[in-house]
C-alpha cells in the first residue's frame, strides 16, 4: 500500500473493540508499520505522555470519553498531531464535530484498506510506498 514519505510510521490506534483494533493493527503491520493502542481515552492519554508516534488513529465512540475530547486534549501536549476520526458516526454534523476537534480526516465504519490509505495520505500529504516487509527464508 502507497502510505506515506516515510519508509515506516509508527501509528497510535485508540478502539475499543478488541477485533476492530487488531485487524486495524495486523494491517498497518503487515504494511511495515509499528502500531501501538489504547482500549479506552485514559488508557491513551496516559500512554501518550511517553509515546512517539507519527499518526493517531482515534475511534470517536469511547467507553470513557470521546475522540473528539481525546484529541483535544492530546494538541495541549503534542500541538502538530496529525489524526484520523474513525466511526460509526458518519453524519455531516460528526464530520464537521471532527473537523472542528482537529482530526485531518474521518473514516466511516465500516472502512477498508483504500479509504485508510486516502486518510493516511489527506493527514500526511504524502504518496510514497511503505516499507515491504523482509521476506522469510
Do not use: C
Request: proline residues 4%.
Amino acid at each position: 500500500m502507497n502510505m506515506t514519505s516515510k519508509s515506516s510510521l509508527t501509528f497510535f490506534v485508540v478502539e475499543n473493540h478488541q477485533d476492530t483494533l487488531d485487524a486495524l493493527t495486523m494491517f498497518l503491520q503487515a504494511q511495515g508499520h509499528t502500531v501501538e493502542s489504547a482500549l479506552d481515552m485514559q488508557s491513551a492519554l496516559a500512554k501518550a505522555d511517553t509515546l512517539k508516534f507519527d499518526v493517531l488513529i482515534s475511534d470517536i465512540g469511547l467507553p470513557d470519553g470521546d475522540g473528539w475530547e481525546l484529541l483535544k486534549q492530546l494538541r495541549g501536549q503534542m500541538p502538530g498531531i496529525k489524526a484520523i476520526a474513525m466511526s460509526g458516526y458518519g453524519m455531516r454534523s460528526d464530520l464537521d464535530r471532527s473537523k472542528a476537534a482537529g482530526y485531518g480526516a474521518h473514516i466511516i465504519k465500516p472502512f477498508g484498506p483504500a479509504d485508510l490509505e486516502t486518510a493516511v495520505k489527506k493527514v500526511l500529504g504524502t504518496t510514497v510506498e511503505a516499507k515491504p516487509k523482509a521476506a522469510r527464508s
